[in-house]
């Protein structure tokens, strides 16, 4: 068990403390769970009413609601990224001791100081992995891959080849980088297959969920850019490229070729068409459908709200009505005009 006190816990955040440098705190807890040994927050004003009920020993806070709380507070800006940060202390940290016997490594393949190889791992030829590397079980590094330094990949993901991933990334079970990208021409009644000649190349600090896809480029790489975050089960098509720091929900999925900007964020289950670019600074609600370019930083949304069944039904049989209302309008406008002459 951890014993942190709210002094160094302090110092670590960025937090200005109010209360007892030396009390000890054990975890984390929600407000309305937590007990004197563990510290909790308040980002979202929706449970301040949490404050006058929770045992909490300590919690972090925005400044101007400390008079909210009686005993020991942590404040700070942004209790959310103090919440963020203290987290991690507590984070499973897997441990394999270094390289296990049923690891198949090629000759050819170059690795750093303190890799750790779990069983089933196979690494390529011409393959480098950096510094602290980890692999978990099952995992396959493909030839003339490279994985930067301080790189964490969970068990069971596949890097194909030609596969650049930077350094102090995170890459959860099942992700595929590198498969193909989907591109065929249609020959007659058949369809051909395009070899998909590029890669992928994955910035540094990048994490990417369980089960996501990301394809290789068609001549070029599909690129990942520093900071990118990406959630479960998402599928990026070949030759998309991600601007740094941008970050995409759940079963989002972006067609090939599109380009997003940096600091974009994408909710979950959005559909993005291909070869459209994306401004920096734009947000996509969930469940949006993106058919055309952005060119100015914004929040974006489409589709209609959950209505009742039978609202829904009537709403959409008249939004086919909707061209014919329209032009019906327009002549209504014609007439009054002449009418009025």
Known sequence: ??????????????????????????????????SPDHLSFLSN???????????????ILHP??????????????NPYVGYAKFSQQFAYKPHFNGIDKTARIDSTAVLGLNVNLAAGTVIGPNVRLGDNVTLGPNTIVGSDSIVGGN????????????????????IHSSAVIGADGFGFARDGSNWVKIAQLGGVIIGDN??????TTIDCGALSSTLIGTGVKLDNQIQIGHNV????HTAIAGCSAIAGSTKLGKYCTVAGACGIVGHLNIA?????TAMSRVTNSIAKAGVYSSGTALDKNKNWRRNAARFKQLDQLVKRIKQLE???FHLGR
């Open 64 to 77: 101007d609601q400390a008079h909210l709380f009686s005993r020991h507070r942590l404040l700070l800006d």
């Open 241 to 244: 490229e991600l601007g740094d």
């Open 206 to 211: 990048v994490e990417i969920g369980a089960g």
């Open 45 to 59: 004003m929706k449970y301040k009413q949490q404050l006058a009920t929770t045992r909490a020993g300590a919690v």
């Open 280 to 284: 920096d600074g734009v947000h996509i």
């Open 334 to 336: 014609t007439n009054i």
């Open 1 to 34: 068990m951890k014993q942190l006190t709210l002094g160094s816990i302090a110092e670590r955040i960025g937090a200005r403390l109010v209360g007892d440098a030396d009390y000890v705190v054990t975890g984390l807890a929600p407000l309305v769970s937590a």
């Open 151 to 170: 790189t964490n990949i969970a068990a069971n993901v596949t890097l194909y080849h030609n596969v650049k991933v930077g350094n102090n990334c995170i």
